[in-house]
């Protein structure tokens, strides 16, 4: 397989408006994205990635929107595009010479295993995965190589062997406003930028940080490793998503840091609230603090002008440096902000009321409650994930968060006492009567005094 370009094979998997699915490549993407519902990948790194590949090819051919475009076009000008035939070869995937997205000065050598370039696929000792692979044995088709090339400015984390993390750092939090076709959802996000720059796959890259920051194109496809794709074999399995094809087993994976820098970079689909990007953490050592980052991101909305009502993909990558443990997405609408500042008082109510939670059934002092210990580490998720499901209410006042928490905390302790304390004896129906009917309490505050809760007075939330 010596030629393979993007901007002619099809591989762009896309739902169109009528419910087809099919896959398409660059150029067809671009001029049927009027037509198309969404990017249509099953794992949603791959829907950010491509998302900001269209968008960067998208400012890299036409540049800063025309100034007459004061409304979304009803289809792309292919015209805008010119600049893709002109420059084919920076969209190879194989060959001799300029690859996209690769080093061609990089000697193949050192290759590591193909599965390097996609998370999912375990490498090296790792076994902790219902998917099982063997190096140099297993490989991917070339679609899954692209889209694991366009996941490396997105999702590329802290590596091994003194791999450094993407331009984000730790994987951020993305934010994608969505519109109702493709086209309307890159136009969106495109806005006029003073210092464009230049794509990783343009055969004049520079980076001029003269001003102190990073331009948009280099950061949108900045590549944190120096890749090379190793040559098709024969065709086989693809382990990544099963399909026949001719498949790439290695790849030459190095470090490529210390691009820019001290130059300031500023995504534009991450979330900055309070000078730091929001972004998820690992659940795995925190007690499951809570389900996701949703109260800051209810914060986050609540404080950020973002001209509501609008739909938003929201991606989040949990890791622990090269591990990489979940990746999630929601799709949220957020509706007129018109009662922020109750709900903005929430997330911090909301963890000092949990953090009050009594001592159900009384233990060993030398060890932390375990009734409080499963508390925390079951019920409070599942009710976080109940509360974050319905953010666009709580935002527009549809549903107060105190009312709602307390209503999902009746719902479970009752099947939670069942579990934890036989009903034979009195003693024992005592205490499972004790967990069945604990519910925090939850304070309404605001600038002048606290309002009265539903089915509660005032003293009784104190």
């Known amino acids: 397989m010596s030629y393979y370009n993007l901007l002619d094979e099809n591989w762009i998997p896309v739902l169109y408006l009528n419910g087809e699915f099919t896959r398409l490549s660059v150029k ?15 794992n ?19 540049g800063n929107p025309p100034k007459e475009e004061n409304e979304i076009p009803t289809k792309f000008p292919m015209e805008w595009f ?20 690769q080093d061609e000065s990089t000697k193949s050598k050192n290759m590591l295993p193909i599965g390097s370039l996609i998370h999912e696929i375990p490498t090296g000792i790792s076994i902790y995965h219902f998917r099982h692979a063997i190096d140099g044995k297993v490989g991917i088709c070339p679609v899954c190589c692209a889209f694991g090339l366009l996941r490396l ?28 076709t493709l086209l309307e959802t890159l136009f969106i996000s495109y806005k006029p930028v003073f210092n464009l720059g230049s794509p990783s796959w343009d055969t004049q890259n520079n980076v001029n940080t003269t001003d102190g920051t990073v331009p948009l194109l280099n950061g949108l496809t900045d ?22 094809d001719s498949l790439i087993t290695k790849c030459v994976f190095n470090d490529n840091r210390n691009r820019y820098g001290n130059a300031k970079w500023e995504d534009p689909h991450v979330a900055y609230f309070k000078s730091k990007s929001l972004s998820t953490d690992n659940p795995l ?67 000092e009321a949990i953090k009050k939670i009594p001592n159900l059934i009384k233990n060993s002092k030398r060890k932390k409650n375990l009734n409080e210990q499963i508390i925390i580490r079951i019920i409070r998720p599942h009710i976080e994930k109940q509360i974050s499901s319905n953010l666009s209410s ?36 005592d205490k499972q009567t004790k967990i069945a009917s604990f519910v925090p309490i939850f304070k309404s505050t605001n600038n002048q005094k606290s309002k009265k809760l539903k089915g509660k007075d005032k003293d009784e939330s104190n």
């Open 285 to 351: 050592k925190i007690w499951f603090k809570t389900d996701r980052p949703w109260t800051t991101l209810l914060n986050y909305f609540l404080e950020t002008n973002l001209n509501p009502p609008q739909n938003f993909l929201i991606v989040g990558f949990a890791s622990d440096q090269a591990k990489h443990i979940d990746i999630w997405e929601r799709i949220l609408k957020i509706p007129k902000l018109d009662n922020s500042e109750n709900n903005a008082q929430f997330q911090k109510e909301w963890d």
């Open 153 to 180: 400015p997105v999702f590329t984390t802290q590596g091994g062997r003194g791999k450094g993390p993407g331009i984000n750092n730790k994987p951020p939090l993305y934010i994608i406003p969505l519109g109702k």
């Open 28 to 42: 067809k993407t671009l001029e049927d994205a009027h037509l198309i519902r969404q990017i249509a990948a099953s």
């Open 82 to 101: 010119e600049k893709l035939d002109q420059n084919r070869e920076c969209f190879n995937l194989f060959g001799d010479g300029k690859r996209f997205y």
């Open 44 to 62: 949603p790194m791959d829907r950010v990635a491509i998302i900001r590949f269209l968008l960067a090819i998208l400012y890299w051919c036409k």
């Open 223 to 244: 590549l944190p490793r120096i890749v090379r794709l190793g040559e098709p074999t024969t065709k086989g399995q693809c382990i990544n998503c099963g399909v026949i």
């Open 394 to 429: 709580i935002i527009d006042g549809t549903i107060q968060p105190w009312d709602f928490a307390s209503s999902e905390f009746k719902k479970v302790m009752p099947i939670l006492a069942k579990s934890l304390t036989p009903g034979f004896l009195s003693a024992d129906i």
